[in-house]
């Protein structure tokens, strides 16, 4: 081909290809934000124990307040809580034209904000015994409105008020069970401090409320797997630059004055990224051993992740727990899109310029804040810090590593020219 048409195929190619890196990152940010955005919600469950009965060996409202409260005249340790139980194919009847519909009932007893986090539409959870909150898609089957605080509903014979409306469209409603209830509810969540989170602590207060044995599925665990998930491109980023770091000292590890600067320049730049990769990291308590050569400790926690997520695969699970393994799963799914892409951008070539990487940030940036913006109505809390920070951070230094490797060449340049001269 003649010289201009070479350029000219030459320039359509790399437009292609910088069209094509834009797109990877692109997907990348974006898959990246959805893994912390569904990451964000499990949060809410951080601090939680939920327990399951079977049929026949649930606990009602009436045995365990009469329970809690011999528990905290005795001074014990009485945590927070709601208990659960579902009925599916229920008919609710609304107070206008006969409409009805079809759909679940969650009855409760306790804190019901504890067990599900919600959207309203309009009103709150009910604060009396005759109050319900319904999904917006029940109130559109019987009234086709979300304003519809203060109307009446028939269900199992009485008369309910509507107190608030959520976003959904699960056909759900939920009703509160009085303390003397005696029907037997087939779950309960404890809300439990901080320090005494985990599976042991629940079981102990089963035992010391004699309640019956049940299936115990530690929310807290699954909500630190999400972050953690949501976390791996902070750790591969952070991870391929301390290796680079510690390939800098390597190079330079025959001389004495250049390895003492590069040393001193690889812990400005790795105090740098610790800080944009917000480190240093934890992880609680209860998921480390005391020693790490129990075999008991790893195997009893691989069956607190893979017990729990085969009977939610298993057994038909409520409109909360459905709700709170959609979160995990979909984390789980965006984080794995989000680091087979970043695998893709390690191996792009782009120009490693001041000003390029400062646009590209910019860029980066604008996408961050019209994501937050987008789903900054429906986000329990918003992403980590890191994800404003580690990619700006990642791109400077690759080019300060670029920069500095120049200038040791440049450096080596000058001493051959040097040593020349000499012989000469």
């Not at 604060?127 to 979300?146: F, P």
């Not at 510690?246 to 004495?256: A, D």
Request: hydrophobic share 45%.
């Amino acid at each position: 081909l003649p010289p201009s048409q070479s350029r000219k195929g030459t320039g359509c190619v790399s437009k292609i290809k910088g069209a094509g890196a834009f797109f990877i990152c692109l997907l990348f940010v974006l898959a990246w934000y959805l893994a912390s955005f569904y990451s964000g919600w499990t949060l809410w469950y951080q601090n939680d124990i939920s327990v399951r009965w079977e049929e026949t060996s649930g606990v009602s409202p009436a045995y365990l307040s009469k329970e809690l409260r011999w528990q905290h005249q005795d001074g014990g340790f009485v945590p927070e809580f709601v208990m659960w139980r579902t009925e599916q194919s229920q008919q609710l009847l609304g107070d206008q034209n006969d409409r009805s519909v079809t759909g679940e009932i969650l009855e409760y007893y306790g804190d019901i904000s504890l067990l599900y986090p919600v959207k309203f539409l309009s009103g709150y959870w009910a604060s009396n015994e005759r109050g319900c909150v319904i999904d917006k898609s029940v109130a559109d089957t019987l009234w086709g409105s979300s304003e519809v605080v203060g109307r009446s509903i028939l269900w199992n014979g009485k008369t309910w008020y509507v107190r608030g409306v959520i976003d959904g469209d699960e056909s759900t409603a939920f009703f509160p069970a009085q303390e003397d209830n005696t029907t037997e509810f087939s779950g309960i969540l404890f809300c439990l401090p901080k320090s005494q989170t985990g599976v042991m602590q629940a079981e102990q207060i089963l035992n010391q409320c004699h309640l019956p044995e049940g299936r115990i599925t530690d929310l807290g665990l699954f909500s630190w797997i999400t972050e953690v998930m949501s976390s791996i491109p902070v750790f591969l980023m952070w991870g391929s630059l301390t290796l680079k770091l510690i390939y800098q000292i390597w190079k330079v590890r025959s001389t004495q004055l250049i390895l003492l600067v590069t040393i001193l320049f690889v812990l400005v730049q790795f105090l740098f990224i610790c800080w944009a990769a917000g480190f240093p990291w934890t992880i609680p308590d209860r998921f480390l051993p005391t020693r790490w050569s129990d075999t008991s400790f790893w195997s009893e926690l691989g069956r607190s992740i893979v017990y729990p997520i085969k009977e939610i695969l298993i057994k038909f699970p409520s409109v909360w727990e459905q709700w709170f393994w959609k979160q995990f799963f979909y984390s789980g799914v965006f984080s794995i899109i989000a680091v087979v892409l970043l695998l893709f951008i390690f191996n792009l070539q782009y120009v490693k310029k001041a000003g390029f990487i400062f646009w590209k940030s910019i860029v980066y940036w604008g996408m961050v804040l019209i994501l937050t913006w987008i789903f900054g109505e429906r986000i329990f809390q918003y992403p980590p810090a890191s994800i404003l920070t580690m990619p700006p951070v990642w791109m400077t230094s690759q080019w300060m590593m670029d920069r500095y490797h120049k200038w040791l060449v440049l450096i080596k340049e000058q001493e051959k020219g040097n040593d020349k001269n000499e012989e000469e």
